[in-house]
């Protein structure tokens, strides 16, 4: 089932590449980053990663997964001398967080789109002894070309939810082979284990570990954290904060009443949008509301907070 996915996708790819990559040339949307999605990488990079004796390549979808990579990194440098890390992202704000956040630990890249051309490219460059995702980031493609080349896969804080079942189920001819060309899952809960089983998952690859996240280590100066944000954000003392934390759409016009209400009494509220790439249609609807706002960005380049609405971008 697999080789007919591939070649349904590679065929389609093909056929529409010619449409859409002018499109996004004159646009401008999604043109950041379409090398990398597209296989081509900075040469420099496949000179670093031959450079080691192992690599191992972990593909993180966004910020939050970073995060965890970061804790995976630090454990598995130390367990595995010698190696070098690379991890991937699906978003250009996820791949630049990492660069900041993982510094010379790790290359940061985008992940190839998930079409044979593209993937066979990135394996080529990436040459990876081991792959990690982390979560439920299943690529077909990526997947069936690591088993085809004999490359371990391992999943981890994987977890899928009670209501994206029954669409896993209804295509599972196609998500079970692409479950067990793992070489093993390792899932945050045990409800989550009963429900990789049930869309056809091998019980005997799949155990629970929990979840990596939780492992996060506080940094050495985490009693100044508060207090440097309250510098930040020119909070006084006593001062009620509202945070409204990875926010979709339409989340944001719904909070926006409770806001103005909860701003007028003299609280202050803080919004950060899960995707950055909504911030327009979010400022646009703040403004049609009558708010008036800061970015987080301009505080933390040295501006002083005039409104009681902070928006993170």
Same mark, same amino acid.
């Given at each position: 089932?697999?080789?007919?996915?591939?070649?349904?996708?590679?065929?389609?790819?093909?056929?529409?590449?010619?449409?859409?990559?002018?499109?996004?040339l004159?646009?401008?949307?999604?043109?950041?980053?379409?090398?990398?999605?597209?296989?081509?990488?900075?040469?420099?990079?496949?000179?670093?990663?031959?450079?080691?004796?192992?690599?191992?390549?972990?593909?993180?979808a966004?910020?939050?997964?970073?995060?965890?990579?970061?804790?995976?990194?630090?454990q598995?440098?130390?367990?595995?001398?010698?190696?070098?890390?690379?991890?991937?992202?699906?978003t250009?704000?996820?791949?630049?967080?990492?660069?900041?956040?993982?510094?010379?630990?790790?290359?940061?890249?985008?992940?190839?789109l998930?079409?044979?051309?593209?993937?066979?490219?990135?394996?080529?460059?990436?040459?990876?002894?081991?792959? !990690?995702?982390?979560? *439920?980031?299943?690529?077909? &493609?990526? @997947?069936?070309?690591? %088993?085809?080349?004999?490359? /371990? +896969?391992?999943?981890?804080?994987g977890?899928?939810?009670?209501?994206?079942?029954?669409?896993?189920?209804?295509?599972r001819?196609?998500?079970?082979?692409l479950?067990?060309?793992?070489?093993?899952?390792?899932?945050?809960?045990?409800?989550?284990?009963?429900?990789?089983?049930?869309?056809?998952?091998?019980?005997?690859?799949?155990?629970?570990?929990?979840?990596?996240?939780?492992?996060?280590?506080?940094?050495?100066?985490?009693?100044?954290?508060?207090?440097?944000?309250?510098?930040?954000?020119?909070?006084?003392?006593?001062?009620?904060?509202?945070?409204?934390?990875s926010?979709?759409h339409?989340?944001?016009?719904?909070?926006?009443?409770? !806001?103005?209400?909860? *701003?007028?009494?003299?609280g &202050?509220? @803080?919004?950060?949008? %899960?995707?950055?790439?909504? /911030? +327009?249609?979010?400022?646009?609807?703040?403004?049609?509301?009558?708010?008036?706002?800061?970015?987080?960005?301009?505080?933390?380049?040295?501006?002083?907070?005039?409104?009681?609405?902070?928006?993170?971008?």
């Amino acid at each position: 089932m697999l080789t007919i996915y591939r070649f349904i996708v590679g065929m389609l790819f093909y056929l529409g590449l010619p449409i859409l990559l002018p499109v996004v040339l004159i646009s401008g949307r999604h043109r950041r980053g379409l090398k990398e999605r597209l296989g081509f990488y900075d040469p420099s990079l496949a000179d670093r990663l031959l450079q080691a004796d192992r690599r191992c390549w972990i593909h993180a979808a966004s910020i939050g997964e970073v995060r965890a990579a970061a804790v995976l990194i630090e454990q598995l440098s130390e367990q595995l001398p010698g190696w070098e890390f690379l991890v991937t992202t699906m978003t250009i704000h996820g791949r630049d967080f990492a660069r900041q956040h993982l510094g010379s630990g790790a290359a940061c890249h985008l992940a190839p789109l998930d079409v044979p051309y593209s993937v066979n490219r990135a394996v080529a460059v990436f040459r990876p002894d081991l792959y !990690v995702c982390l979560e *439920t980031e299943l690529w077909p &493609v990526l @997947i069936d070309t690591l %088993r085809r080349r004999q490359i /371990l +896969a391992l999943l981890i804080n994987g977890r899928m939810s009670a209501r994206s079942v029954a669409s896993y189920r209804r295509f599972r001819f196609l998500f079970a082979p692409l479950l067990n060309s793992f070489g093993c899952i390792g899932v945050i809960s045990e409800s989550d284990r009963q429900r990789f089983v049930e869309v056809g998952a091998d019980p005997a690859r799949v155990s629970v570990t929990g979840n990596i996240k939780d492992d996060t280590r506080l940094p050495d100066n985490f009693e100044s954290t508060a207090p440097r944000w309250t510098e930040m954000l020119n909070l006084p003392d006593e001062t009620d904060v509202l945070v409204a934390g990875s926010t979709h759409h339409p989340e944001e016009e719904l909070l926006l009443p409770l !806001v103005d209400e909860f *701003t007028s009494g003299g609280g &202050v509220a @803080i919004i950060a949008p %899960r995707h950055l790439d909504r /911030l +327009a249609d979010i400022e646009s609807s703040i403004s049609d509301r009558g708010l008036r706002y800061d970015r987080l960005s301009e505080l933390k380049n040295g501006g002083r907070r005039t409104h009681p609405l902070v928006l993170v971008d």
